[in-house]
């Protein structure tokens, strides 16, 4: 099994609804979150970065991380067409960082 | 934007060759890693860095090789290449007070 589970889609939204990313991890160890956005053939760009529990809000991204449930959201509000790309989550313990990777959501915002 | 640098961009090349690739950041950052991405995989680790003359293999076993002798510089090398070493190679740094990684554009290999 393993350690970061992410659906890989591909998630198809209308442009302006709202994108709803989650993963789900086993190793209650994790304590920093990040969420990373990857454009074809590009390398993944950083987006969000949360410590423990709670929820982090940037502009028309929200990260939410729920560690009881072992489960981490990312949402983007009023999606775009260049919200298109590929969404990894990320994660690791209070160590040297070595981080533990989803495989990615391909997401499709339509206009 | 984060300075991380990876060259070539994209390199075809026959089996048996040794290569290199490039990777530099001018941030300063002690830590550096080397990632293997293949399509519709999570991020594979097949070397670190935390600062000069230190290299560690990673997760994923891997023929290839790393050196450190620069804070900038953190190049990957295959002694002789193999079609099986076809895929996106991706290096990233960070700062050994922060968690977050910066990734470089990624180095797409293809040995024929």
């Known amino acids: 099994q393993k350690e970061v589970e992410q659906d890989p889609g591909p998630l198809s939204v209308p442009e302006g609804a709202i994108v709803s990313l989650n993963c789900t991890y086993s190793?209650?160890?994790?304590?920093?979150f990040m969420w990373y956005r990857q454009y074809s053939r590009k390398g993944p760009e950083l987006l969000m970065y949360t410590y423990s529990s709670g929820n982090k809000e940037d502009g028309r991204f929200t990260a939410q991380v729920d560690k009881s449930s072992k489960y981490i959201s990312l949402f983007i509000r009023d999606s775009q067409p260049s919200d298109s790309a590929t969404y990894l989550c990320?994660?690791?313990?209070?160590?040297?960082?070595?981080?533990?990777f989803g495989a990615g959501t391909q997401v499709v915002v339509t206009p | 934007e984060a300075d991380i640098y990876q060259t070539p961009r994209y390199l075809v090349i026959g089996t048996g060759k040794k290569i290199t690739l490039e990777c530099s950041q001018t941030m300063g950052h002690d830590k550096m890693y080397w990632y293997q991405q293949d399509p519709g995989m999570e991020l594979h680790l097949i070397h670190y860095?935390?600062?000069?003359?230190?290299?560690e293999k990673g997760d994923l076993s891997s023929e290839s090789t790393v050196s450190r002798i620069r804070t900038e510089h953190f190049p990957l090398t295959l002694e002789s290449a193999r079609p099986s070493h076809t895929s996106q190679y991706l290096c990233?740094?960070?700062?050994?007070?922060?968690?977050?990684?910066?990734f470089g554009p990624g180095t797409r290999l293809t040995v024929t």
């Open positions: 990320a994660m690791t313990t209070d160590s040297w960082g070595k981080f533990q």
């Open positions: 860095s935390y600062g000069v003359n230190s290299t």
């Open positions: 990233a740094s960070s700062d050994l007070a922060q968690r977050e990684q910066y």
């Open positions: 190793n209650s160890a994790f304590q920093y």
